[in-house]
């Protein structure tokens, strides 16, 4: 059984460009969410759904991030326009029922902005 | 509030060594406790989990972990080193509604 899929799996782009790192959870799972990973802060929650639907946003660090979960099989996280601080490392995981269930991760996207 | 502390941001060990990895947690409510491993280039990966039933919990790769509610630790052992477990480990912590909250990470070199 497929994993989480995220692409692409590295994206090089120049500051001010739109970017778009996409996810597709393991089938059934009801909960989806993004992490962004850097030296500086580590591991952080960013957004995470459940049935489709933003639950907690409170992590996406300013506007210029939004995320959408049009259906249970994919999501999306946009960065416009990119800034070079925003290069990290993108996760996304899914999980069944969230609570005491484990989230299963994506290989990640490497983000670097220039 | 809850939060997750791991001591030493690297540790090295020799092959066939204890490894020793050490978490203390946070929560106001009882907590569900994870560690999570990161190899190279890729995601992260459960370990183990305690959930509220046996303190004594064993994971894949021959590593367990004791949950300890009085001294609010949550170490990650494992009681012969291989070269294959070189990478980062993740203590995180989840508390009532909380979403899970993740440690800083611990570096794991094995030394031949």
């Known amino acids: 059984d497929a994993g989480v899929i995220q692409s692409p799996r590295h994206e090089v782009t120049e500051m001010g460009q739109e970017v778009t790192l996409r996810c597709k959870p393991i089938?059934?799972?009801?909960?989806l969410f993004w992490y962004r990973q850097t030296m500086m802060r580590g591991l952080e929650l960013l957004i995470y759904?459940?049935?489709?639907?933003?639950?907690?946003d409170s992590g996406m660090p300013e506007d210029r991030f939004s995320a959408k979960m049009p259906n249970a099989s994919f999501s999306t996280l946009k960065i416009q326009p990119s800034e070079p601080r925003d290069s990290a490392v993108y996760f996304c995981?899914?999980?069944?029922?969230?609570?005491?269930?484990?989230?299963?991760f994506g290989p990640g996207t490497r983000l670097l902005v220039l | 509030a809850q939060s997750v502390t791991q001591l030493g941001s690297h540790v090295s060990v020799s092959e066939g060594a204890l490894v020793l990895l050490r978490c203390n947690y946070s929560?106001?409510?009882?907590?569900?406790l994870f560690w999570y491993v990161q190899y190279p280039n890729q995601g992260l990966q459960l370990l183990l989990k305690?959930?509220?039933?046996?303190?004594l919990v064993k994971g894949i790769n021959g590593f367990e972990a004791e949950f300890k509610k009085s001294e609010t630790s949550f170490h990650l052992t494992k009681p012969s080193a291989h070269m294959s477990d070189a990478a980062e480990y993740f203590c995180?912590?989840?508390?009532?509604?909380?979403?899970?909250?993740f440690g800083t990470g611990t570096r794991l070199t094995i030394i031949p």
């Open positions: 995981a899914s999980s069944f029922r969230d609570r005491q269930e484990t989230q299963y």
């Open positions: 089938s059934g799972h009801d909960y």
């Open positions: 759904f459940n049935n489709n639907v933003p639950i907690d």
């Open positions: 929560s106001s409510v009882p907590p569900y």
């Open positions: 305690y959930t509220s039933a046996a303190t």
């Open positions: 995180a912590v989840r508390g009532g509604n909380e979403k899970l909250t």
